[in-house]
Every structure is written in C-alpha cells, then in structure tokens.
C-alpha cells in the first residue's frame, strides 16, 4: 500500500525516498579531508542546477563567463581553492579621470589607482594611494568583494588586461601596468601581458610646479618660491589639525623597526698637520640607519703618546651646516641639515664641527648596503690607499775615524753616553774556529814608499784567522841577515787604505796585494791546508774555482787557437810534451792570456792527479777544446 502524497505547498517540499519502507533518511556526508584541508564535496545528484550554468552546460561556457575557480579542472587530488591560491593576488596600476568644475587649476583630475584581484575567493577592491594635502578623501575606493559586472556576471581574471579598461559601478578604470607576479601568473594561462603604459599628465601638476606648490628645498632650482618658513607653517597647521606627530617628521618607528642594529662604519683620517702641534689621526665614522645619527670612535694606537680617549664625537645628528658657537643652548637642525646615507662617499671630505674627515675605507656590510640600497658600483666603493711613505730616520753624522782602538769601540762611544762592548758574530766563533788560512808574502815597493834591498828579500807569515776576520803577520828568524825574527803585527783587523772596511777571506789569494799600514804585501804562496780548504769551498773562494778559469781562458782562447798552441809549445823547452807549473804559467802569459796565480796554481793542482808536478800539453788543450 503507497503512502498518501503530501500536499505541495510552500516549506513542504521534501525529497522522499523511494519506499517509505526505506528507513534511511540520512544526509550524505560531504566534509571531507583531502591534504590534511577541510574539503567540502556536493552530492553526487544534483537536481535542480541554476539557470545560467544549466546554460553554459548546454550551449558551451566562454572563457569571458569563467571564475579563478574554473580555470583549471577540478580534481580529487587537487587542493582548494582557497588553499591553492591562499595569498595569490593579482594586482594591477591604473587611473581614472575626474570632472572638475569651478577651478581655474584644472578642468580635470586624473587620480591614480591600484587594482587588487584575490584568487582565493574571486573578490577585488580598489584603493587610490594617499598624497600629502591633496584635499581628496583617498585610500580604499572600492571594499573588497566579489564585484559584478554590467551583465550581472562576477569580474574574473581575464577582464584585465594592461592598456585596456574596466568599468566598477559606472567608473572606468585605466589600466597601465601590473606587478611581476601578476605578468607570470597570466602568462602561465596563456594571456600575455604588453608593456608597461605612462600616465597622463595632470594639470594641477603644472600649476603646482608654476606656482612653486610642490614639494622640495627652498635651494632647490625647481622648487620655485617655496620656502622653509612655508613648510614649517605647513607642519604647524597640520598639527593643528590633529596629524600625529611621526607622520610629519616621517615615521621614526618604522625606520627603527627596519634598520634596527644596522649601522654603518666608515674608515676616515683627520690630517690636522698644516697647523701647530697638528697630527694625521686615524678615526671609524659609524651611522646608525634606525635614527640617522653619527658617532666617531679614535683609534687608539700603541706608543703614539696620547691617552686613550675612545669617544672623539658622541652619537647624535652630524650638521653639514656651519655651527654657530656663540650660543648656550644645542641647536635643532632638520633632516636636511644632517648629513644622510648618500653624503658618504669612499675619497671624499667631511665636516665635521669644521673638522675635515676623509672617508678611505668601509666595512663590507656597508658596502654590500650602498650597493643594494643606493646602487652604487664596484669603483665608488673601492678603497683610497692612504698610507705615507716610511721616511728613513736620520741618523746623527759620526766623526771620522781616528785610528786608535778599533772602529767598533769608538762607534760605541758615539752611539751611548756608556759605551757598550760591540756584539760579536757567535755563528762565526762556533764554526770557524781554528780555520787560519796562513799564506807566504813579501814587501813591495809602491809609488810613496820605496823600500831597501834587505827588506824586500825578507819573507812573512801572514795568518789570517776565519772566526773573527783579522790577521797576524810573523816573520821567521833567518841566521845571517842581521834581522831578529818573530811577530811582526799584533792580530788584529785590518781596515783597507782610507776605507772603514777591513780585509776579508774574499781579499786573500795568491797573487794578491794588500796594504797594511802604508805598507803593502804580496802573497806569494799558500800552505797546503789553505790551498785545500779554498777548493774545497770555492764557491766562497773564487780564485780556487777552477771552472770559472777554464771558461775564462775558453773566452780568451776563442779566434787565437794557435798562437796558445804555439806559446805552450815553445814553453817546453826539454821537449818532454809536458809543462811544470811555472812553465805553464809562463805560457799563458806568452799566448796574452789573463788570469791570476791562485788559479793557475789550483788548475795545476787539478790536473797534476799523479802528484808528477808536471802537465800534459795535449791534455791541457783538450781541455780547452784546441
């Protein structure tokens, strides 16, 4: 038996099940979670579908009739759409004209606007920007919602566009430009944006600027006959008015919120030497971006003499202004008046209190700031090298040398009022330690001092001691002459003719002269010890090198091989092929060869490996490549 039907009247509709014996009379579930997201899903049977999207169904939706929603295909994986597009706003700049009547400025204002279009929920709203006395109420135009267009139909994204127009509510909007974001956003769906558009002049602006009505300094060439006391009138009113007082010195909270703990340091000298009792001072200039204030540190340097006062100027507003002195009370200076951010510059002056800082250096977080901030380039943050060149220090002329004692001890006397015992080269007495090089000389007459017979038949020791360079002169007894032997000169250092230099290892080899108090010695010959210590260290002693002679001789050889051939020929007169030392000497000498005695006796030495005392011709020659 079916039920009676229920009568048709209005609240009475109901949805009945098939068979009142169905007992099911519950709701679908429909709040679901998908992503960790409440998603709410509509039932799987939709009867009754609204007149207009029935429509689209049929006939085919345009893409000028579809919502952010339906821009995409909607899927079970898919996120909402107000979790999808969460914070995703398009926005657009724009402008409208507004009629002016009864002004002699203007016939027309353009007022520049902002579009803001939230994909979360399709809704938009228009704010126009604020601008300083401009007697207009601005600030949101339009509130946010879902704004409807002419045909009834809600605004989508694709009824924007750049350079095109959208009437709100009888008012048209001109778009010029949209932000980054948008122009990828709308690129990603196909519809790419043109360039950006200029605004069109407004006429207020020229009569501000004719006028002197815009905003500027008073030094300021465009700023026409604007001056300070207007400005300050203009605060004055406004605060009259009930303007707060950090929107008409600028909002210091915010700069304090944004450039807390950011602090800028400069490296800067104060060279102050021109005038009396002036000094080159190294200071760090450091400018704190929170309120715009300046402090100067000293840099307190060892040994410089002065006392350590690390505060050189406290921290407060720097003036580029003239400071009158003349006054009892601190002076308030504008914003203006301060030095800012752009006034620092690497290489230049500052003035500070009358003071001139040069700027040399900065930090890196400075310069990463005025390259981020300021746009500055590599070149304007490049150090200035200001270091000075070291002068010598001048040092206090001595007195010639007098001859008595050694010239280290009256050195000494010169450089302390108690003259100390001059340091000694211990390296040297460790090491060379009993090393003497002893070698056999003889008088020599020279062009002031000539010298008798006698003397110049007599025969010396000169020993010459490595650990401390000096030298003693002994001279054997010989019977018969009339002479008594034994020490000649008491060891000591020798110092060369009108020299403050003294003889050396480098001075001593056979076949040298040296002067020893205005009488001057010829080595003639060299111990064994001597000759063997020389060669075995003759990259110190270069006459015992015997390299450097055959290279030498080779130079000289070169364009004359048989005049050297021919000489050491005729050098042998027994005509054995072989040559003593003094026969080769004789030889080389003959052929015009240059070269001293040491050498040739240690080429001797080298090539006599049978210890025969004499030398081969061929072997010699071979040697030179003749």
């Excluded at 169905?22 to 609204?50: I, M, S």
């Excluded at 207007?230 to 950090?246: I, Q, T, W």
């Excluded at 901030?373 to 002068?391: A, R, S």
């Excluded at 061929?618 to 040697?623: A, D, R, S, Y």
């Amino acid at each position: 038996m079916s039920a009676p039907p229920i009568p048709k009247l209005p609240g009475y509709s109901v949805c009945m099940p098939q068979s009142l014996s169905d007992k099911g009379f519950k709701k679908h579930q429909t709040l679901n979670y998908v992503n960790g997201y409440q998603r709410e899903e509509t039932l799987a049977v939709v009867k009754d579908l609204p007149e207009r999207v029935a429509t689209d169904a049929v006939t085919g939706a345009t893409s000028a009739t579809l919502s952010a929603s339906m821009l995409a295909p909607d899927a079970a994986s898919k996120l909402p759409q107000w979790v999808e597009n969460d914070r995703k706003v398009l926005r657009f700049f724009g402008y409208f004209k507004e009629s002016v009547v009864e002004s002699n400025m203007e016939n027309h204002r353009i007022r520049k606007v902002i579009l803001y279009y939230y994909l979360e929920d399709d809704t938009m709203h228009v704010a126009e920007p604020r601008q300083d006395n401009s007697g207009i109420p601005q600030g949101v135009f339009i509130k946010r919602h879902r704004v409807t267009r002419e045909d009834g139909s809600f605004f989508t994204p694709n009824d924007f566009s750049v350079g095109q127009s959208a009437t709100v509510y009888g008012r048209t909007f001109f778009l010029v430009d949209a932000d980054s974001f948008t122009r990828e956003y709308l690129a990603s769906k196909g519809k790419e944006q043109p360039s950006a558009l200029p605004y069109p002049d407004d006429p207020v602006d020229g009569y501000r600027t004719a006028f002197g009505m815009n905003r500027g300094r008073a030094d300021d060439a465009s700023a026409g006959t604007l001056t300070r006391r207007m400005n300050d009138f203009k605060a004055y009113v406004e605060a009259r008015l009930g303007k707060p007082s950090h929107l008409l010195d600028g909002d210091k909270l915010r700069q304090f919120l944004e450039n807390n703990k950011k602090v800028l340091r400069f490296w800067c000298v104060w060279d102050e030497r021109q005038s009396m009792y002036g000094d080159r001072r190294p200071y760090v200039l450091h400018y704190f971006l929170e309120d715009d204030t300046v402090e100067i540190l000293e840099i307190n340097e060892s040994n410089s003499g002065r006392d350590p006062f690390p505060v050189f100027l406290k921290r407060g507003p720097l003036p580029k202004v003239p400071v009158k002195t003349n006054t009892t009370l601190n002076p308030k200076f504008r914003k203006d008046q301060c030095y800012g951010p752009g006034d620092f510059r690497l290489g230049t002056f500052i003035s500070v209190l009358g003071r001139d800082f040069y700027l040399h250096d900065a930090d890196t977080f400075t310069k990463t700031w005025y390259t981020d901030n300021l746009g500055f380039g590599d070149d304007e943050m490049t150090p200035v090298d200001i270091k000075e060149p070291i002068l010598p220090k001048p040092k206090a002329a001595l007195p010639p040398y007098n001859g008595y004692g050694t010239l280290e001890d009256s050195l000494q006397n010169c450089l302390s009022l108690v003259p100390k015992p001059p340091k000694r080269d211990l390296h040297k007495l460790m090491n060379k330690d009993k090393i003497i090089l002893r070698f056999v000389v003889k008088m020599v007459d020279t062009e002031t001092h000539k010298h008798s017979g006698t003397d110049l038949a007599r025969r010396f020791i000169l020993s010459y001691f490595m650990m401390d360079d000096t030298l003693l002169i002994f001279e054997p007894p010989v019977r018969n002459t009339g002479i008594a032997g034994g020490k000649f000169l008491e060891r000591q250092r020798i110092y060369k003719p009108r020299s403050e230099e003294i003889y050396t290892y480098l001075d001593l080899y056979v076949g040298s002269v040296i002067e020893v108090f205005n009488r001057s010695f010829e080595l003639l010959e060299a111990d064994e010890y001597t000759l063997t210590y020389m060669e075995n260290y003759k990259d110190i002693f270069v006459m015992a090198d015997t390299d450097v002679m055959i290279r030498s001789i080779k130079a000289q050889v070169s364009g004359k091989e048989d005049a050297v051939r021919a000489a050491l020929i005729a050098a042998d007169k027994a005509g054995t092929g072989a040559l003593g030392g003094e026969d080769l000497e004789a030889g080389l000498l003959a052929a015009g060869l240059k070269f001293t005695r040491h050498q040739a006796i240690s080429l001797k030495r080298r090539l006599d490996k049978n210890k025969t005392g004499t030398i081969s011709i061929e072997e010699f020659l071979g040697l030179l490549g003749i």
